[in-house]
């Protein structure tokens, strides 16, 4: 079978252009120096991410390579969402092992495009690095967010309820690799509900919740009890495992009424009421909130 | 010594961002799921790139990281130079060993900070990953072009004049990882000549120059006896070591006046007339260009 060293770097570049989706506001693609893009409009903001995934950390040799370039797109897309915007355009970077067989970065790129394509994302451009180590997928992501209208995870304030999207842990088994970035779910909310501050759940809740509260400057207390767990998991599987990328968020309480079309909007999805965000003298508490625990669930 | 393991992302992270320059156009910097960035003008376009430095291929484990850093980032400004653009804001992905010394990475921002803050290139974000292989540092960098005005490697037709900046070959004594981005000079290009193509040699003139002329459908000949090599050099690296981040441009020849004011605007920058676009027909020829060689000279 042909290796990329039999191949070259040319070769490949002629089997994965086609494969390239070109989304929206692409003017000049891959093959230049670099991509061109139409601005956005004056009414938008840019949003920007890099992130990678490497083979033994994030997936591993057996790993289908359309369900790596899966990943390592969904977890950017997830990015944007959490931000409560579109994305837009990507740009791949990839090292690769000299000895790779080309139908695998083929395959990569399959998965790449299945996804950009349901959410309407273009592949603008990329490169390949060879490497001595482990294959290494980057993603750069542009999206575009409403001027002003990015939530971000520093707005939460004391007396804010908090949700979560989904269920919790267990990402391993399939999730990590699976899950569906929360575009229309992020998009839906800040139309209808504007949280105070939002995040994806990346390394899981224990790690990510205090990320949240430690930009808002405030504590937080969360019910453990009611941590919606996929099945099969416990609640620290559900704060722990991490890659759930389900979104987390604040919501003054005086807004709870604004999530009533949540179940007819999005059925099949849940919405789970966690805990409240707390003054900073209060700390960080996964114990139930409030003086009676269980009496105001 | 302290290594990545023992100081934590977090710890690390408290490092760095205190070290990111803000650049133009930055609403919200690192810290959030993605970047905020303020539209360019509807005067304006923007451009996309990624690129990456491995370790054992783009540099060694002794190259200061100071200067690794300053070529991941600079390689990419030549690129947004070789669209005529102005490079804006950047993100960088970290892949590293998890002994890696932390004081290795501040020298690697130091010498992305000090590249970005000459070229006013903000940093908004990065994220790390931990990896099994060589240090992995890969830049998305978004940059600015007047709309229409990008120049890209398409537009050369028969008859044009091809010229290079600088000088070329031997770039892995030093100049690989000093190299300035030509940045000034492709603005300067295409607000006095309007090169009708235009690329940077990443990969060597004789790499390069055919894939600007692929592009454009054309052919080339060069006058090897006109090419600019650096001292220590002769033809065959001058055409083969890459690296060079020079611009190599076509140049309409009722043109060619209006490259009068090079010398007075840069000078100490050799500008050189290395040969013609031709027919697609000629092929690419480095040869003397026309029938008699050196009569023309």
Redesign the interface.
Known sequence: MATLKDLGEEGLLEIILPLLPRGSGL??GA????????????E???????????S???FTPETPPELVGRKALARAIS??A??A?EPR?A???L?LPKEIDPSWVVGLYNGLRQLAEYFGVGI????L??????V?V?I????V?P?GG?V???GARAGDLLFVTGELGGSLTEHHLTFQPRVKEALWLAAHARPSAM??LSDGLGKDLPRLAA?SATGFCVNLHALPCRAGCGTQKALGDGEDFELLFALPPEKLASLAGWGKAFPNLPLTHIGEIVSQEKGYSFEPCGYDHFAQR
Do not use: N, Y
């Not at 093959?31 to 004056?42: I, Q």
């Not at 938008?44 to 490497?54: M, N």
């Not at 690095?129 to 482990?134: D, K, V």
């Not at 750069?140 to 999206?143: E, M, V």
């Open positions: 003017v000049i093959g230049d120096d670099a991509a061109v893009l139409a601005a956005p409009s004056a938008e903001e840019l949003l920007f991410k890099i992130d990678a995934v490497v033994g950390v994030h990015d944007m959490a931000m915007g355009q740009l791949v970077s090292a603008s451009g990329g490169e690095s060879s490497t001595a180590g482990p290494t980057t750069a992501l542009i999206g967010v001027l990015a971000l995870r520093s995040m994806d930009a």
